[in-house]
């Protein structure tokens, strides 16, 4: 018993450093921000029992509720740290604008053991590093020899949905978006085809798919957000993560790997034509996301690792295969509902691609499809795929602000900017909840810092026009085949690291007849 005792008193003791230091450590942000409204917090704990209280699936309603009650800025404790939860665009502009104001929130950790410390979640040198490498992925000439990856998988797309297009039953189309996007970001990211719209059942599809679903759940669960507290609290989880992420990397490590050795015979190939034959026929153009990083250097010359290409192909297979995902089922939700606007997006389409005989995709051709892109920006603008960004203040911030005056963001600060309801703001989107695609014709809501489901400043999103091609040409290819209908369940959303809705995206297809 007097074991026990000594147990409990020194356990006690530990306790009371650890609050005694919370207190210290953050006095001077307590100060700095004691003007910010926000929900009563208890000593230390913070907000932690109410936000416990809070089901995941209601967490959207409960921040509509927080923002009517406090503002569009909320202070929120939560066991030492600083929440600051934003949905005003004033402030956005401040912080996505700024400098040195780049990193990543701790949020953001969960996905570490999956991604490493890729271009997502890295910051300083090792970002500025990697994304001068990326860069040039994206560049007009690679982006082009996309076009065709896109072009041929929105046709096995077309083939899937053929089974589906009885022009009376409602299904959920989000499985068939997923399954090409995850073809589409595969061969251009790692120059491989994993068929995940033939073969449902391929390992690795099948890990990336269960492996986003899981960090949504941790993630809208913000107590699992700490490693430790997850394989505690959930260790068959636990278990299942860690066996999802080995079957992830042992893959992209053995395409790293085949890309390796094919990439050195086909430089000494074109070696041999260069010299040979001046004009390069027999050169193969066609490159992946993999191709750029295995020749790539740093500023010192030394060229990146296995493990640091495999951190950055990861992180492209995450973010280009979700967020596009949704991004697309989202628009074709909203255009089955409005058949005026899939009228004159079937126009459009007709007057740039040909009605009879459908031309080839090409670049110039998907950018004069200018209809199509207001009103994919319009689904992006009410259905942002990331619908909360999330920025840690790396030193003190001081900003301006109309609601509560100006003021001192303190180092530490986790900023969590809620894209989903800054979109929505009346005062700057006028009838900010309608589907208006022809409000981004209007140049005053076109600045990057406004309208910002792709993030703005330094680390806006580096796939945005990659990820704009290929949603032309999915929707080109299914607009032309078949017309949408307004069927099934409404959206139901779930806030998480993407938006997504409880009842799928459902709707109906009817093989379009043209005459």
């Known amino acids: 018993m007097v074991y026990i005792a000594l147990v409990l008193i020194f356990l006690v003791i530990l306790i009371c450093i650890w609050a005694l230091r919370i207190h210290i450590t953050t006095k001077n942000s307590r100060i700095l921000t004691e003007h910010i409204p926000g929900p009563p917090s208890y000593p230390i704990l913070g907000?932690?029992?109410?936000?416990?209280?809070?089901?995941?699936?209601?967490?959207?309603?409960?921040?509509?509720?927080?923002?009517?009650?406090?503002?569009?800025?909320?202070?929120?404790?939560?066991?030492?740290?600083?929440?600051?939860?934003?949905?005003?665009?004033?402030?956005?502009?401040?912080?996505?604008?700024?400098?040195?104001?780049?990193?990543?929130?701790?949020?953001?950790?969960?996905?570490?053991?999956?991604?490493?410390?890729?271009?997502?979640?890295?910051?300083?040198?090792?970002?500025?590093?990697?994304?001068?490498?990326?860069?040039?992925?994206?560049?007009?000439?690679?982006l082009e020899q996309f076009i065709e990856v896109f072009d041929r998988q929105s046709t096995v797309l077309l083939d899937c949905l053929s089974e589906r297009a009885d022009g009376k039953t409602p299904f959920d189309i989000m499985p068939y978006i997923c399954s090409a996007a995850m073809d589409?970001?595969?061969?251009?990211?790692?120059?491989?085809?994993?068929?995940?719209?033939?073969?449902?059942?391929?390992?690795?599809?099948?890990?990336?798919?269960?492996?986003?679903?899981?960090?949504?759940?941790?993630?809208?669960r913000t107590y699992l957000n700490n490693e430790m507290v997850f394989s505690i609290l959930h260790p068959f989880k636990k278990l299942r993560?860690?066996?999802?992420?080995?079957?992830?990397?042992?893959?992209?490590?053995?395409?790293?790997?085949?890309?390796?050795?094919?990439?050195?015979?086909r430089l000494k190939s074109e070696k041999y034509i260069t010299d040979h034959d001046p004009h390069g026929i027999g050169i193969r153009k066609h490159m992946a996301l993999m191709d750029v990083l295995l020749q790539a250097t740093t500023a010192d010359g030394v060229p990146l690792s296995d493990e640091d290409i495999r951190e950055e192909v990861d992180t492209f297979m995450f973010e280009g295969h979700d967020t596009t995902t949704t991004a697309l089922c989202f628009t074709l939700y909203l255009i089955s509902r409005h058949p005026e606007v899939q009228q004159k997006l079937l126009d459009e389409i007709y007057d740039i691609f040909g009605k009879r005989i459908a031309y080839p995709f090409t670049i110039t051709k998907l950018n004069e499809l200018?209809?199509?892109?207001?009103?994919?920006?319009?689904?992006?603008?009410?259905?942002?795929?990331?619908?909360?960004?999330?920025?840690?203040?790396t030193e003190d911030f001081h900003y301006t602000h109309s609601e509560i005056g100006d003021g001192v963001l303190p180092a530490g600060t986790q900023l969590m900017m809620y894209l989903f309801h800054g979109l929505r703001d009346e005062s700057v989107f006028q009838n900010a909840t309608q589907f208006i695609p022809d409000r981004h014709r209007d140049s005053s809501i076109t600045s990057p810092f406004i309208f910002v489901p792709f993030s703005a400043g330094s680390r806006n999103c580096i796939g945005q026009r990659f990820a704009m091609l290929e949603m032309k040409s999915v929707l080109c290819k299914i607009l032309r085949e078949y017309e949408l209908l307004p069927l099934g369940l409404d959206i139901k959303l779930i806030l998480g690291i993407i938006l997504r809705s409880e009842t799928g995206m459902q709707l109906g297809m009817k093989k379009r007849v043209t005459t």
């Open 47 to 142: 907000c932690v029992g109410e936000a416990i209280k809070i089901k995941p699936d209601k967490l959207l309603e409960a921040s509509y509720e927080t923002q009517a009650k406090y503002g569009s800025i909320i202070k929120i404790w939560m066991v030492g740290h600083l929440f600051i939860c934003t949905s005003n665009i004033e402030l956005y502009e401040q912080i996505l604008a700024h400098p040195t104001q780049s990193r990543k929130s701790i949020l953001y950790k969960i996905l570490k053991p999956w991604l490493g410390t890729g271009l997502l979640i890295s910051d300083g040198q090792k970002w500025h590093t990697r994304r001068k490498i990326i860069t040039p992925t994206f560049h007009f000439t690679i």
């Open 184 to 220: 589409i970001i595969s061969e251009t990211a790692m120059g491989v085809n994993v068929n995940a719209q033939t073969d449902k059942n391929m390992p690795y599809t099948m890990a990336v798919k269960e492996m986003t679903s899981l960090s949504m759940w941790r993630f809208i």
């Open 370 to 393: 200018k209809y199509m892109e207001c009103v994919i920006k319009e689904s992006l603008r009410l259905y942002p795929p990331v619908p909360i960004i999330g920025r840690e203040i």
């Open 241 to 265: 993560q860690t066996k999802l992420i080995s079957i992830m990397h042992k893959f992209t490590k053995s395409v790293i790997e085949e890309r390796r050795r094919e990439l050195e015979i």
